[in-house]
Nanobody, 127 residues
Framework: QLLLVESGGGLVQAGGSLRLSCAAS??????????MGWFRQAPGNEREFVAS????????LYSDAVKGRFTVSRDNTKNILDLQMTDLQPDDTALYYC??????????????????WGRGSQVTVSS
């Protein structure tokens, strides 16, 4: 019912910045009814929560690992979710996934609440 496509990943040196975008498409429920989130998975690691944003963008939640460095935002007029990443570090290297939750009105770290997932965009940070 909902297609999510990430873009904007790439290779940067430590201290650099990248902006990831997630384009949402599909017919049925409006984009505004989905709480959106970002997750990431590095080789050998489990998928972990990064950031989440509420339906109207008024509430945001970040993992301790990225708090103060990453900013999540959304443009409901364009059905786009963004993740601005600054001061990137090698530990940020991972495949980043966009996800959508139709059931949570507020940001959530619970992966089971996200029913739709993109295929991921690779972020690689060199030291």
């Amino acid at each position: 019912q909902l297609l999510l496509v990430e873009s904007g990943g790439g290779l940067v040196q430590a201290g650099g910045s990248l902006r990831l975008s997630c384009a949402a498409s599909g017919r049925g429920r409006p984009f505004t009814t989905y709480t959106m989130g970002w997750f990431r998975q590095a080789p050998g690691n489990e998928r972990e929560f990064v950031a989440s944003i509420s339906w109207n963008g008024g509430n945001q939640l970040y993992s301790d690992a990225v708090k103060g460095r990453f900013t999540v935002s959304r443009d409901n007029t364009k059905n786009i979710l963004d993740l601005q990443m600054t001061d990137l570090q090698p530990d940020d290297t991972a495949l980043y996934y966009c996800a959508a939750s139709p059931s949570s009105p507020l940001p959530t770290v619970i992966q089971g609440r996200y029913n739709y997932w993109g295929r991921g965009s690779q972020v690689t940070v060199s030291s």
